[in-house]
């Protein structure tokens, strides 16, 4: 890691101060090492516990800005005295890039940023990058039951970072991704200049909606289309195990009914041990009523054996809390930032294009069982409907038609096995090895927003050539990384906001782009 001078941060303290009008107002929003607030503050929203190690590299300042206009002198002094960006939203980067860097550098915390306006009847929403998207559905709710979102299911999410990447939550099946509703959106790129849909161009506009807006500014807002729910949504979770429930089966059978079902109806999928068993937990959001719900289930998927007293009715926003395995009552938990239960945790994804055999999902239960596994999940999330409707080049986010489902091996681990944490990493790599054969390939698509360093990583100092960000572009991106490699060279060529797996500018001419 590179060490900093003392002075290169005193000189950004210094420039900072001297470009902000209002003098007073900067210093309670500063925070450098010797502040007795600096550690919480950095670790109010670590959300992988991985990051929070000694040998983690910290921030030389963090800075949680009151107001938009605090930010564009934040990156000329940062760029005057060859300083980084990290900008963090919610904190939920499974690689802690929005927190983490291995030069000298500082953390833009977006957590005052956080105003939500709903205009009902323009079924629209100005979101501050900082909010959490469980404030976002809250809300709404406060306005209106009969309008909703289609973001995250974990509700303590940042919507900087989760629409950034595209974003998805159980409405993807009838309304697509977080990222396909945004309409607006106001950002401060590499020069200081806040611009919004109309002054960035619609090229960077695209780029931002799926391309990770990290690469390309600091978001400070996103207009967002809201979208129509049905007064009654109705939710269940059923499990099975797969010693003498069928679980296994049923997750078979699953991959041919969840994503070519109706759109209303998303069911998903969440694997997992339990003491001495596999359960399998099919979770789901229908937007309508229960009778409708069980009749279509009884004919599409009659083998889950689903039936009335399964089923619960409630509003959209209730079933926002029910999904991410929350009670129901209060709704104000939505506005918790908190996250309870943090762990370490590696993250791989997938995209699975052709049903995988039952032999492979019984070779998957297999290693559950294995000591390393003992708090990992599969999870799967069915795509179809409108995500086959969208072109791939709609939005950098490529995963569209003729995805079944996404599928997410989530390895999670205690802090008090930290010094294990290499063989729960490798593990996870087994795991990604041990399912080669059965998603997709060339590339083998994965989800930014479950960011994977394993997949390869940018220089970190000098220069990454197009073929070198390509081993992970291309999956993330597929044939979209092309044009973000345009939008940036275009936007940030000198490469100001850069991180492992940032946007690379490349001369105009190179890998004809």
Same mark, same amino acid.
């Given at each position: ?227 129509? *729910?049905?007064?009654?949504?109705? %939710? @269940?979770?059923? &499990?099975?195990? !797969?010693? /003498? ?5 049923? +997750? ?41 719900? *069980?009749?279509?289930?009884?004919? %599409? @998927?009659?083998? &889950?054996?689903? !039936?009335? /007293? ?5 509003? +959209? ?47 998957? %239960? ?148």
């Amino acid at each position: 890691m590179t060490t900093p001078s003392t002075s290169s941060v005193s000189s950004f303290l210094e420039c900072f101060a001297q470009e902000c009008e209002n003098h007073s107002s900067i210093t309670n929003v500063i925070y450098t090492p010797t502040n007795p607030s600096y550690t919480s503050v950095l670790q109010s929203t670590i959300r992988n516990t991985r990051f929070l190690s000694e040998s983690t590299p910290k921030p030389q300042v963090i800075i949680t800005p009151e107001s938009e206009t605090q930010i564009p002198p934040i990156i000329r002094c940062a760029k005057k005295c060859g300083l980084q960006i990290r900008t963090r939203s919610g904190g939920h980067d499974m690689e802690g890039l929005s927190y983490v860097a291995k030069v000298p550098f500082v953390i833009i915390d977006l957590v005052n940023l956080t105003e939500v306006t709903v205009d009902v009847e323009a079924k629209t929403a100005w979101v501050e990058a900082g909010a959490t998207t469980g404030v976002v559905y809250y809300k709404i709710a406060e306005k209106t039951r009969t309008l909703g979102f289609p973001g995250a299911i974990c509700t303590t999410v940042g919507v900087g970072g989760h629409y950034g990447g595209g974003g998805y939550g159980t409405l993807l099946r009838k309304y697509g991704l977080a990222g396909d509703n945004v309409i607006d959106a106001r950002i401060v790129d590499a020069n200081g200049d806040i611009l919004d849909r109309e002054s960035m161009g619609e090229d960077l506009f695209w780029a931002i909606r799926g391309g990770g807006a990290a690469s390309f500014g600091v978001v400070t807002a996103w207009k967002i289309q809201l979208v129509d *729910v049905p007064e009654t949504v109705t %939710v @269940f979770s059923i &499990l099975r195990n !797969v010693e /003498e429930q069928n679980g296994a089966e049923l +997750w078979h059978r699953w991959q041919y009914v969840a994503p070519q079902a109706d759109k209303d109806l998303f069911v998903g999928v969440i694997v997992y041990r339990a003491d001495t068993t596999v359960q399998v937990n099919f979770f789901s959001a229908f937007q309508g009523g229960a009778d409708r719900l *069980v009749s279509y289930m009884q004919e %599409v @998927f009659p083998e &889950l054996g689903l !039936v009335r /007293e399964d089923c619960t009715e409630m509003s +959209w926003v209730e079933s926002t809390l029910f999904s991410n395995q929350m009670p129901i009552d209060p709704l104000d938990a939505l506005l918790n930032r908190i996250q309870p239960g943090l762990r370490q945790l590696k993250a791989k994804s997938d995209y699975v294009r052709t049903a995988v055999p039952l032999d492979a999902i019984q070779g998957m %239960v297999s290693m559950l069982r294995e000591p390393e596994a003992d708090e990992t999940i599969y999870y799967m999330v069915p795509y179809g409907g409108r995500m086959d409707e969208i072109s791939e080049s709609e939005t950098p986010f490529p995963h569209r038609a003729g995805a079944l489902y996404k599928l997410a091996g989530l390895t999670y681990w205690q802090d008090s096995e930290a010094a294990d944490a290499d063989r729960y990493i490798s593990w996870s790599r087994k795991y990604y090895e041990y399912t080669t054969p059965y998603v997709s390939s060339s590339p083998r698509e994965a989800y930014l927003n479950y960011r994977d360093l394993d997949i390869g990583v940018n220089n970190v100092v000098g220069e990454t050539s197009y073929e070198q960000a390509s081993v992970w572009g291309k999956p993330y991106y597929k044939d979209n990384f092309d044009r973000l490699v345009r939008v940036k060279t275009a936007v940030d060529p000198d490469n100001f906001f850069r991180n492992e797996q940032s946007i690379p500018p490349v001369c105009k001419s190179a890998a004809g782009i």
